[in-house]
């Protein structure tokens, strides 16, 4: 049995891509830079580190950067953060991971508040052993520092006692650079194809279809 279980939250655990990518549409417009909505989201799972170049100029990204990001924070906390709901199945499947002896791991390029009031939307903070946020990244995913961070904080498990979960194929990059094996889910909305091209080993339609396959799934067999 793998003991340790790494998930990402916006997407895989949280119903709120749609959220963030519509909150970075919203700032990068205040800032006068047009982008589409529908690309955005393609975009949401990296941090914005990661996401901003992608649409921001060198030159303006250097000037008005950190100004973006702050607006955009803001505006994610005070108007849409509320509409955020965890998917079906969320609080069963820790509950059953816990009862199994795993120990659950949250990594996530989000801020510390938005991770801490994440596990409080998702009803499973009592379950969570250790949580990481982009303070304790430098590069936010597809680079690999945020899973790094949670193997420091779970004490360096040996090889094969770890795995992630997420729903992007910017989680399998970044979790397969750590040396983890990954688990996507589709409920982010990536495209199956996506997630395993970008090295998923399994991928199931949301937490509960996880929960339901749980007897069988890797989790319980270990990785080939």
Not at 41 to 59: C, S, Y
Not at 108 to 135: F, H, M, P
């Amino acid at each position: 049995m793998i003991r340790n279980l790494i998930f990402d939250i916006d997407g895989t655990l949280l119903d709120s891509v749609d959220l963030h990518a519509a909150a970075w549409a919203e700032a990068f417009r205040e800032f006068g830079i047009e982008a589409d909505e529908a690309h955005i989201r393609g975009q949401i799972g990296k941090g914005g580190d990661q996401l901003m170049p992608v649409f921001v100029p060198k030159e303006r990204l250097a000037r008005d950067g950190e100004a973006i990001e702050t607006f955009r924070s803001t505006l994610f906390k005070e108007k849409y953060l509320q509409r955020v709901r965890p998917f079906r199945g969320v609080r069963a499947l820790f509950e059953r991971l816990k009862a199994e002896g795993h120990v659950l791991a949250l990594a996530s390029s989000g801020k510390a508040e938005e991770v801490e009031r994440y596990q409080e939307i998702a009803g499973i903070r009592d379950l969570v052993d250790v949580a990481t946020n982009s303070d304790e990244a430098d590069r936010s995913k597809p680079h690999p520092d945020i899973f790094e961070a949670a193997l420091d904080k779970l004490g360096r498990p040996a090889r094969g006692q770890s795995v992630v979960i997420g729903d992007s194929p910017y989680d399998a990059e970044a979790a397969v650079k750590a040396g983890l094996p990954v688990i996507g889910v589709l409920c982010g909305g990536f495209p199956e194809a996506l997630l395993g091209e970008a090295g998923c080993t399994a991928i199931y339609r949301d937490p509960q279809d996880l929960l339901d396959g749980y007897d069988s799934s890797i989790l319980r067999r270990g990785v080939p």
